[in-house]
């Protein structure tokens, strides 16, 4: 084993290697290379406000990535380097990092000198045969969220995770480690200061907050070198921002995957596929997705279909299609390993040699539900290629997208759940050195590459149809290529709980399209009460899929009677009716990587100062800015609960009331989920539809609910090409302002952008937390009548589509 390497904040850390040589400046102004002893070190700025460190032991490491591009990492800015105190400052316009030349010690602060990650006293670092460890400050005010779907609280202070791809069957409340490894953290404190940190290590790695060695920070991987990213930001929305600039943001969405989605492990025939599309359109349940799991396929073979079962394919994706639906269908990485039995994925792979390798050279062959089966090289392009072809039929058939599943990737009747370590991917790729690497090295990338190959070869064989891609394994950056959810959950109430904290971290770790299985996949039968809270909540969240196991009792929306089946519709209709600002939602996140789905704290970062738990938000979350959704922290429990607002003049969603006061007390109802809309925010709705498909029927509404910085935006497009990206989208800033007495407002409409034609030719104004006595209104001078709600206190007058510039006046 080679002599482990240390480095230390001690001015005695001999351990080094004796450290004798002086810092020595590259050629470069844009990276500060040092080496000393065994260690080479490389300080650059990809931006003003993220800084790269990388640390190798021996040489200098290859500067290769799975998660950031070639073109971000190769954007190197000019440090202004000096010296302080016998420390040189590397910096930029927004970071300073100061480097002990002696120890290597690092200090990263903002350019008022607040500290925002700095390595620990003593052994800060060691390298110790192939991988490493380090250790950070970790200040008692400060809280960690990201990591993507890892079990437990919120905050990840006091917490140790594991990042492995692991299949967790039925996983538990702190089970780890679980299907994705996304080496993200964003860092918050109760000042609302807040750095963010990627390490971008694809082996098998641990972060520690403080769970082993208090007030400190551990990080550490069994092999790779140390190469990571600290971000800064006046806020934490701009640490998930650089976040996306570093490993992309997830690319605009077909707007039928916002829709309700059905799924279930299986409907095992045509008709009973079919049955289930139309008990929705008989109950009039908008929804727009149906899935169907292996039992299509022919033995559970990867591209095949049990023609028995399902006789005619086409057929039934027609008959769908007719209702508005889109069939999307699982297609495991693995193939069955099937010589000489005619099974075209099997064949046509072993021809092009494309499957990992033993050691020795031969396929792997590992079993999973096909039994034997072979898995592709999706490290090298050729592979990823081949992947993209096999979906040529289904793509022809019309099929709306696609899953993949088991892509960890899960292997069974082994204990580790997965391939040998030493099974060998060969890299070939663009960006890469081509070589040989280890599973090992591979396994936490693999289910990310499968996801990209499928997301590829959709766009190579329906080039102007945005591809629909659900995958449950990923890395960091596979928000570029699937929607994810949250793998085989339970149905529990703990379990309803924990998906709100997984999926708002899942949202600051990149994936903005994520969800959970609506009423739990394994386990008993949830209760009726539980499904009707979990489709309540579910509304709200990005990813709307009701999903269960086999041999469980029915889970869709209809069971339980009309009474819960009436509630459940009433929230998925309110989803269908918000549907434009999800959209909204869907198309900004597309350019800043801001989450659909997002804690309290990331718009209000000052409820991580009002004590524990975040103030009370841990089991809020919003829906952009505008919405906050406030269930119960005991959904199980009857026993009023307190609601903490982020201020007063909040709105209730529901009856329109302006609330006076931040704290509430909410007694919990079956058929109730408080939600709030912000003061100040603007909303667009539509009238119901049974899917995305369809075009609305009557006036788009627009509902302003006054406050301070009050504004909102409509955007628009046909939902399912890239023509929106030739210009054929809508786009119109919306502003008002209001006095303190909410009884004087003007309203401006900006110029629209974009060639899309709106497909309303009115308006439905909606004014919320109007108190004038009556409405003297006039839009561009000329005169206009409102309808005055005494109840509800909200003004609302219909206009013609303002498709130019308008200002609107009223006044007591």
Known sequence: MPKSTYLGLCASTLILGLIAASPVMAKSSDTYVLDKGHVHLEISAVRDDIVRIRMSEHKKARDESFAVSSEVRK?????????????????????????????????????????????????????????????????????YFGLGDKTGPLDRRDQAFSLWNTDNFGFGDYTDPLYKSIPFILGLDNTGKSFGLFMDNTWRSYFDFGKSERDTLNIGAEGGDIDYYVMTGKGPKDIISAYGYLTGHAPLTPEWALGFQQSHWSYMTQGEVKSIADTLRKDHIPADVLYMDIDYQDHNKPFSVNTQAFPDLKALVSDLKAQDLHLVLITDLHIAHAPNQQYKPYDSGEASDIFVKNPDGSDFVGKVWPGDAVFPDFSRKVARQWWGQQYKDFAKLGVGGFWNDMDEP???????????????????????????????????????????????????????????????????????????????????????????????????????????????????????DLLTRWIEIGAFNPIFRDHYQKDKPAQEVWVNGPD?????????????????????????????????????????????????????????????????????????????????????????????????????????????????????????????????????????????????????????????????????????????????????????????????????????????????????????????????????????????????????????
């Open 564 to 812: 819960h089946e009436a509630i459940r519709r009433r929230y998925i209709e309110e989803r269908y009716r918000l549907m434009p600002y999800i959209y909204a939602l869907a198309e900004e996140n597309s350019r800043n990587g801001l989450p659909l789905m997002r804690p309290v704290f990331l718009s209000y970062p000052e409820v991580v100062a009002k004590g524990d738990h975040l103030g009370g938000t841990d089991d809020q979350f919003m829906l952009g800015d505008n919405l906050l959704i406030a269930p119960s922290s005991a959904p199980e429990s009857p026993q009023a609960y307190d609601i903490s607002l982020p201020s007063k003049g909040w709105y209730d969603y529901w009856t329109s009331q302006r609330l006076d006061e931040a704290a509430i007390k909410e007694t919990p109802r079956l058929d109730h989920l408080p939600v709030f809309v912000r003061p100040g925010a603007i909303l667009a709705k539509q009238p119901l539809v049974q899917s995305t498909m369809q075009t609305p029927s009557g006036p788009l509404e627009i509902h302003v609910y006054l406050g301070p910085d009050c504004q909102g935006h409509l955007y628009f497009d046909d939902g399912v090409s890239f023509d929106y990206k030739k210009g054929a989208y809508l786009r119109q800033n919306i502003s008002c302002q209001s006095n303190a007495a909410l009884d004087k407002v003007s309203l401006d409409f900006g110029p629209r952008e974009g060639q899309y034609h709106a497909w309303w030719s009115q308006i439905r104004l909606i004014i919320h937390g109007y108190r004038g006595q009556s409405a003297h209104i006039t839009q561009d001078g000329h005169a206009l009548t409102g309808q005055w709600d005494v109840t509800n206190q909200t003004l609302s007058l219909d206009l013609a589509d303002l498709a130019h510039q308008s200002h609107l006046e009223i006044k007591s």
């Open 410 to 528: 899960s292997v069974f009747e082994v204990a580790t759940k997965t391939m040998p370590l030493d099974v060998v991917h060969t890299i070939e790729d663009d960006g890469f050195t081509t070589r040989k690497a280890s599973h090992a090295e591979m396994h936490n990338v693999y289910g990310m590459l499968n996801s990209r190959a499928t997301y590829e070869g959709a766009l190579v064989n329906t080039p102007n149809t945005r591809p629909f891609v659900l995958t449950r394994a990923s890395y960091a950056g596979g928000q570029k290529y699937a929607a994810t959810w949250t793998g085989d959950n339970s149905s529990t109430y703990a379990h309803l709980k924990l998906a709100t904290y997984m999926l708002v971290n899942l949202g600051l770790s990149g994936f903005s399209y994520v969800g959970d299985d609506i009423g739990g996949f394994a386990g008993n039968q949830p209760s009726a």
């Open 75 to 143: 954007a190197h800015l000019t440090l202004h380097v000096s010296t302080d105190h016998k420390l040189i400052s590397l910096a930029t316009s927004s970071l300073i990092v100061k480097l002990d030349p002696k120890t290597l010690a690092i200090r990263i602060t903002d350019m008022q000198g607040q500290v925002l990650l700095a390595d620990a006293s003593g052994q800060a670092v060691r390298f110790d045969g192939q991988g490493f460890h380090m250790r950070k400050v970790m200040p008692q005010n400060a809280h």
